[in-house]
């Protein structure tokens, strides 16, 4: 088993495991009691996030031990798949909704959620991409082509609606175009044309436009719209330093709405203080910074931005989320990767790192 | 070209993996801030919040002994709280609560005052204060189950069950060993609506009671408890000792049947005692043997082949020279059996018997018998006792060895060794925790007698037991320790103490001891009593072979193990009562008072302990006596004390209470 690791950057690995198998801790922690009460089963989630991490652990195997070359080949056949489950959501008896928002793609026994395929299909197209027409895109003809196809994507995830997701996209579809050589006065000028839509589409609604509001100033009404951000940093201060002991939060009882899927890492800083807190974002910094050098050290250029992409795609959800629930970001509806409950998230998340120590056994030029 | 693109991406790709570096800080720095610089803040807010989380203590689960009966309890009590902002008038409250729960009312309402939303007012009160705090009917309070450990039987087996703290934790004996068995899973209740104007409904909702832990049945048994600890405290205090050991074991298993300390105390009320009256002393002190080692050391030669049991040895007439230090004997012999050095505890014949076996072999034998290394029982706090390696052993080593001194050992080791020679040579694992039962009484988990290992064959065990038997009969050292009806086989030890400040022996310390089994054919009982710095005689034949004899007695006649040898006199009261009753009446029959015709024709005080109302007068109407008697049920406290002597102008009484 060990001589079948060989070659694989084990840190990645080390990591991606750690961070799922205390995921799955931390999911039981923050939801036990609410699972009692709704389920009258405390071991519900634990079970499903058991389930999904082992299901992810053998997916995440057999991409690692895929030539990650098999993705190119797939790209656009994963797009097409991707963007007709986009579609498929909104339609009635297949889709399914929750709290207003049409996300998931039901099947007997577990939902499915088309906007997590989304994240590594386009990862997936983009490098593809790149690794032929790189020089393209330094002219804005050359963007046209990435930015229907990033438009069609965010547009049918505006629908659901999932803000998050469609700035999630966004954000790594321009950071892998910058990467590629994409000029930084196009760069400007994407966002500066991008903005008013934005602001549309945040003023539009009246829940997003709150979020802000309450984001600058949670104490104008703490018992409503700045009730989730405020009983965050609530749990964050009762942690201190070393935190309250796991399974002794209490804010996750009472206050905190997603203990379990976005707030996750309140219960962290919670239950496991400053320290726990600052472990799990230097986990994931160091869980990029190392995808980074798999990047810098791809033996392509098709497998340099694959792994740009996904490296990006964890780190930014990562940091987002620490951000959110710390007050820095308004809230966005952001899972923290690995950690948070959720089958799509942890299972594509664990998939994409399969592909990523794919590309970290064929490096070369290593100083 | 292609290369010089190549370098601009990884230059770019560099430079996004930079921003990372930028993410952590600010994610690091926003973590301090709120976690470390503003945590005060934060967690004074939460703590404020209307919705209080309250936690419930689990109910421990209860010890009982082998024959059912509740030696550790938890009954749940009323704890007292107050909901200060759903409460009309504060300072009106606490006027009015002040007196019936005992505290000042400053004191009350500033428990109260701050707009709380929660605080305790009184924890575990009693049902009296309870029910006149409900009479008062003041809105605000609140009553919540909290449980209190209660210990039934008080002294008895006080050392083993060990004791609590305030919290749940237990600090001593099997609480503290099996502290999470016995520990239930804390439960919540929730005392009021949201905090920030949320109405989130959860008020009455979120509400898990505390569940009860595990229940323990020990090995221990209740009534053989109570006679070693009666028995104990007599040879203690009538030799006039600092303190002493007692343990019963059933040989054939290594259960503990009884284990008891002198002095004791009453883990309802620990916090009264010394700190080293709360010690278990037979697992956590270790002593020098002394003469009872002889046993393993004939066992270990016999075994070897080293000697035979009728080789006899030249015991020098009571003073012999070896590794330039002359050893003596108490008597003087010349020629002695292996047996005959055993009966009368013949060091010098010890010391030639270790010299024929040599250190190695004595050394295996005695690592063998359990001595050097923890017995591994179930209590906490166990010492591994003093057994240098064989590699240490310099001159006379091997020879005082050989009968006991330059070795110490804890009371469980020596149980533990005897009962393996009783056995048939097998040492086992001494236990006192018999199995973990749910709340229902259904067994959860059951310990079972385990072998630790085999030490000699049954046969030499065999002979061993035979020539013990020569310790308890006529002219052996031990006589005092002789059961009627029933073959005792034991050996009796008196170790000087080591002196601290002279670092040689003491001349007036000693430690007295007898251990052996009984009956010696068909072994029910290992019995060891160890008596510390008796003052009226050094020896453990005349200090501690009495109490040997007097455990035995009461404990077969308990047990029911009829008597196999011809009988000396007719069976007295107790061989025919029933089981139970015989701690009282146990009491009855042998701490009677005295008369005491040597001083002053005056009278002793008896221990009056455990005895009914009805004992009591008639055994003070016997004497003559007027006693005060006060409340009804079992004696549980008398003046003046057991063993003081009175006249009969003397102000006398005892206090009864109902048997739990």
Redesign the interface.
Known sequence: MLKKLEGYDLIILTMVVVLTCFGVVMVYSASS?MA??KFHDSFFFLKRQGLYAVLGFIIMYAAMRTDYHLWSKAAVPVLIICLVCLVLVFIPGVGGSVKGATRWIRFPGFNFQPAELAKVALIIFMAYSLDRK??QIRWFKGLVPYMLVLMLMIGLLMIQPDMGSSMTLAGVAM?ML????MRVSHVISIVLFSAPFVYYAIRHKEYRWRRITSFLNPWAD???TG?QI?QS?????????TGQGLGEG??K???LPEAHTDFILSVV?EEL??IG??TV??M??LL??RS??V??YAED?FG?FLA?GI??LI?AQA?VN??VV???LPTKGLALPFISYGGSSLILSLFSIGILLNISSRMRGLP | MRDD??K???F???F??GI??V??S???A???F???Y??????R??EK?H?K?VQLIPSRGAIFDSTNSALAVSIDMDSLYAEPRNMENVSEAAAQLAPVIGMTKEVLEKKMSGNKGFVWLARRLTPEVAKAVRTLEIDGIGFAKEPKRFYPNAEIGSHVVGFTGLDPEGLEGIERKFDSTLLGNTGFM?TER?????D?G?RG??M?SASIGQSLALTIDKNIQYIAEKELAAAVESSKAKGGIAIVMDPQTGKLLAMANYPTFNPNSFGKYPPQALRNRAITDSFEPGSTMKVFLIAAALEEKAVKAEDAFNCENGSYNIGGRTIHDTHKYGRLSVGDILKHSSNIGAAKIGVRLGPERLYGYLRGFGFGAKSNIDLPGEVTGYLRNKSQWYGVDLATISFGQGISISAIQLASAMSAIANGGNLMQPYVVDRVVDTKGNPIKQFSPVVKQKVVSPETARIVANMMEGVAAEGGTGTAAGVDGYKVAGKTGTAQKADPVTKGYSQDKRTASFVGFVPSDHPRLTILIVVDEPKTSPYGGVVAAPAFSAIAKQSLCYLRVPPNQPLKKKPGVIEVKKALPVIAEASESTEEITLDSQNSGGLVMGNFRGMSMRQVLQTMEKRGMNIRLIGSGRVIEQSPPPGRRITPSDPVWVRLAPSA
């Open positions: 009691i009692e009460k790189q020089e950071v910058f990467a590629a050589g703490p018992g409503n009730f405020i940093w609530l749990a964050f201060g009762t942690g201190g330093i209490k804010q009882l009472f206050y800083g203080g400053f807190t600052v974002a230097a994931f910094f990029v910074h980074i050098r990047a810098v250029s340099r740009l490296a990006v780190g940091f620490i951000a710390m007050g820095l | 693109r190549e601009w991406t990884r770019r790709i560099r996004i993996g990372f570096i993410l952590l600010v994610s690091v926003r973590a301090f709120l976690q470390i503003e945590q005060e803040r934060f967690a807010l939460a919040q919705i989380v929730v949201d905090a920030l104007g949320r989130i959860t909702m979120m898990k």
